[in-house]
């Protein structure tokens, strides 16, 4: 088995090829090539501590090749901000399409971060009208950052602005991209998302941090921070004005706090949720249909994008040399000592 650490994932995966995988992957899902069942959810002791197993069975090769099984865990610990760390750690496990070894092991908090991100680009690239040019990022974290790099790609920026809860945080930020991209800090959700053509909402928040009243029409909107049913970036009368689409209905219609809360207030029924971004892709739903239609991307991460991007991330590994390799497996007496 191949072991790929945080540092060795973040070099061998580009923000444009994690871009072109997440279009893969959405197109699979949605064309019904995939086998995923929901996320399990395990609550731990902490508040807010939880570990999510995502298993899916996906197609190899651009969707041509023999199916494999792959599957992400991850924990949520929200004890490790304080302590400098990410607050979400865990492995994506790769199996022989063949044998159903273990063929790899890879960091998936890069993994999360690169492709989560670039699932948003996707997004933004069939939601947000072509003459987008301001983009306002809500948040300071690693989804912030790489949301900055991802969306730009697709829509490249005249402005971007940031804002956080810690204003050092947003200023921080901002100063990484000073030589690569026109970001600012903004001391206020207001000032950021004023006229802003694309809004990228990658918070902790637990309580809505947007509001209808200050989204202009033919904005899009990237609803990334709120997965989980108790919590929600956006409120209700947002997103009872937007167009709303997501990664998996199915899932956005169990987890996602964004629509849960406005769906138990009776604002609108499940039809609400207009389709997937995979069936925009082929074609089997409208994305944005008029120029002044608020557009809102619900993000929940689907296991397929974790899988698609960590064969992706195992391919240029073992085609470089690089990784560990480590054996699992074996003859029934190796390593007994006799």
Same mark, same amino acid.
């Given at each position: 088995?191949?072991?790929? !650490?945080?540092?060795?994932?973040?070099?061998?995966?580009?923000?444009?090829?994690?871009?072109?995988?997440?279009?893969?992957?959405?197109?699979?899902?949605?064309?019904?090539?995939?086998?995923?069942?929901?996320?399990?959810?395990?609550?731990?002791?902490?508040?807010?501590?939880?570990?999510?197993?995502?298993?899916?069975?996906?197609?190899?090769?651009?969707?041509?090749?023999?199916?494999?099984?792959?599957?992400?865990?991850? =924990?949520?610990?929200?004890?490790?901000?304080?302590?400098?760390l990410d607050p979400h750690v865990g492995v994506v496990l790769l199996l022989d399409p063949g044998t159903c070894e273990p063929r790899a092991m890879l960091d998936a908090t890069v993994i999360t971060e690169i492709r989560t991100a670039a699932a948003?680009?996707?997004?933004?690239?069939?939601?947000?009208?072509?003459? %987008?040019?301001?983009?306002?990022?809500?948040?300071?974290?690693?989804?912030? +950052?790489?949301?900055?790099?991802?969306?730009?790609?697709?829509?490249?920026?005249?402005?971007? +602005?940031?804002?956080?809860?810690?204003?050092?945080?947003?200023?921080?930020? %901002?100063?990484?991209?000073? !030589?690569?991209?026109?970001? /600012?800090?903004?001391?206020?959700?207001?000032? $950021?998302?004023?006229? =802003?053509?694309?809004? #990228?909402?990658?918070?902790?928040?637990?309580?809505?941090?947007? !509001? $209808?009243?200050?989204?202009?029409?033919?904005?899009?909107?990237?609803?990334?921070?709120?997965?989980?049913?108790?919590?929600?970036?956006?409120?209700?009368?947002?997103?009872?004005?937007?167009?709303?689409?997501?990664?998996?209905?199915?899932?956005?219609?169990?987890e996602a706090g964004d629509l849960l809360f406005p769906l138990r207030e009776g604002r609108f029924g499940e039809e609400h949720v207009r *389709?997937?971004?995979?069936?925009?892709?082929? *074609? /089997? #739903? =409208?994305?944005?249909?008029?120029?002044?239609?608020?557009?809102?991307?619900?993000?929940?991460?689907?296991?397929?994008?974790?899988?698609?991007? $960590?064969?992706?991330?195992?391919?240029?590994? $073992? %085609?470089?040399?690089?990784?560990?390799?480590?054996?699992?497996?074996?003859?029934?007496?190796?390593?007994?000592?006799?």
């Amino acid at each position: 088995m191949l072991t790929i !650490d945080a540092a060795t994932v973040r070099r061998l995966y580009p923000m444009a090829r994690a871009i072109e995988d997440m279009r893969s992957a959405f197109t699979l899902f949605s064309s019904g090539r995939v086998r995923q069942p929901q996320r399990t959810i395990t609550p731990g002791d902490a508040e807010g501590e939880v570990l999510a197993t995502m298993p899916a069975h996906v197609p190899l090769g651009a969707g041509n090749g023999p199916g494999a099984f792959g599957l992400k865990v991850i =924990a949520v610990q929200p004890g490790n901000i304080a302590k400098g760390l990410d607050p979400h750690v865990g492995v994506v496990l790769l199996l022989d399409p063949g044998t159903c070894e273990p063929r790899a092991m890879l960091d998936a908090t890069v993994i999360t971060e690169i492709r989560t991100a670039a699932a948003s680009a996707v997004a933004t690239g069939v939601l947000a009208r072509p003459d %987008a040019e301001v983009i306002a990022v809500l948040g300071t974290g690693a989804q912030a +950052r790489s949301h900055i790099e991802a969306v730009s790609l697709v829509r490249p920026p005249r402005e971007i +602005r940031v804002w956080g809860r810690t204003a050092a945080h947003a200023q921080a930020l %901002a100063a990484e991209f000073a !030589d690569r991209l026109p970001v /600012r800090a903004v001391p206020s959700v207001a000032e $950021a998302v004023a006229d =802003a053509d694309v809004v #990228c909402t990658v918070t902790s928040s637990a309580e809505p941090v947007l !509001d $209808a009243a200050a989204v202009r029409p033919g904005t899009h909107i990237n609803a990334v921070g709120a997965v989980f049913p108790g919590r929600r970036e956006l409120t209700s009368d947002l997103v009872e004005r937007a167009r709303v689409l997501t990664d998996s209905r199915q899932s956005a219609l169990s987890e996602a706090g964004d629509l849960l809360f406005p769906l138990r207030e009776g604002r609108f029924g499940e039809e609400h949720v207009r *389709g997937e971004i995979g069936e925009v892709l082929i *074609g /089997r #739903c =409208a994305g944005r249909t008029t120029k002044e239609e608020i557009t809102v991307f619900e993000s929940l991460g689907l296991a397929v994008q974790d899988v698609v991007a $960590a064969w992706s991330v195992y391919d240029r590994a $073992a %085609a470089e040399g690089l990784g560990t390799r480590v054996r699992l497996t074996g003859t029934a007496h190796e390593g007994t000592g006799r």
